[in-house]
């Protein structure tokens, strides 16, 4: 029998006649991965779970990442009260009082957008840092890992809105209804995560974390300041009051400021429930497909 190696012999098999390296490690020591390992829901739920603390450890490791959700809500709600809110307010037949009371919802929903950009940007990094490489060689739902995201992102989201509210509550902003508070929290939250799967998206398939920061930039832009969040849309042109209309942002917004304060809000609640099932269901598994190829 000849001594030359078969041609279908692979790196794991040992090759025929082929002399010892004395420096080669045991056979014992050999370790196979698992590239795509057949994970039950409770496995999943367990890498998610411990994936989420390492995210949270990273943020206590690095309170720099938090700047974001802390600051920029004290920022724009002291700007769009105290620079726009008199002439604002003035319009809508009220003053600056009448103007709180309006636009705290509107940046309720803002804030949902706003933190879920910082996913995109955020996950892009992991990949440059060589994260994504270490999970490479992990035994873990590839899934696992963005719904680690998701979850520690709505905590930010959690933390960003608590102190939105305090703040609000400092400018004048009187609340007449907790329980339509709660339920503006949770519709905000819901309609987040819905977002965030566009930016993971992003995050994916973007070269550069400046890349996804910019995209998210051009679409953040348009949809917030098209939309009812800091003024009522009845003075906008009809050109962009039919996109208004059709914003998610706005029925978001509408939707806060009718739990929160009273008014219609069924049928924005409904459409915004809508839409964010829509978006979850069309870009979550785009993001965990093209997260799965990229890993």
């Not at 050109?239 to 739990?259: E, H, K, V």
């Amino acid at each position: 029998m000849s001594s030359h190696p078969s041609p279908t012999a692979t790196l794991n098999e040992p090759l025929r006649g082929a002399p010892a390296d004395p420096l080669a490690p045991p056979a014992a020591a050999t370790i196979t991965v698992e590239a795509d390992p057949k994970i039950g829901l409770r496995g999943h739920l367990r890498h998610t779970g411990a994936l989420v603390r390492r995210n949270l450890l990273w943020i206590r490791n690095d309170p720099e990442s938090m700047f974001d959700a802390v600051l920029m809500p004290i920022v724009f709600t002291l700007l769009f009260v105290y620079v726009f809110g008199g002439s604002i307010g003035a319009s809508m037949g009220g003053g600056q009082d009448a103007y709180v009371q309006y636009v705290i919802p509107g940046m309720i929903a803002m804030m949902s957008m706003n933190i879920a950009q910082g996913v995109g940007t955020g996950f892009n990094e992991d990949f440059h840092k060589g994260i994504m490489d270490r999970f490479r060689t992990l035994p873990i739902g590839r899934g696992s890992v963005l719904m680690a995201k998701v979850s520690v992102e709505l905590l930010r989201l959690l933390v960003a809105t608590t102190i939105l509210m305090i703040v609000a509550l400092l400018v004048g902003f009187d609340i007449t209804n907790w329980v339509g508070l709660l339920a503006a929290f949770g519709l905000t939250a819901l309609f987040g995560s819905s977002i965030m799967w566009i930016f993971l998206t992003l995050g994916v398939t973007m070269k550069t974390a400046q890349a996804v920061q910019a995209m998210g930039f051009l679409v953040m832009m348009p949809l917030q300041f098209g939309s009812s969040i800091f003024a009522p849309t009845q003075s906008m042109p009809g050109w962009l009051q039919s996109f208004t209309d059709w914003n998610p942002m706005s029925t978001l917004a509408d939707a806060c400021r009718g739990l929160m304060v009273g008014g219609p809000a069924a049928h924005d609640v409904w459409v915004t429930v809508a839409w964010s099932l829509l978006l979850t269901a069309v870009m979550a598994p785009i993001a965990i497909r093209k997260f799965t190829k990229q890993s």
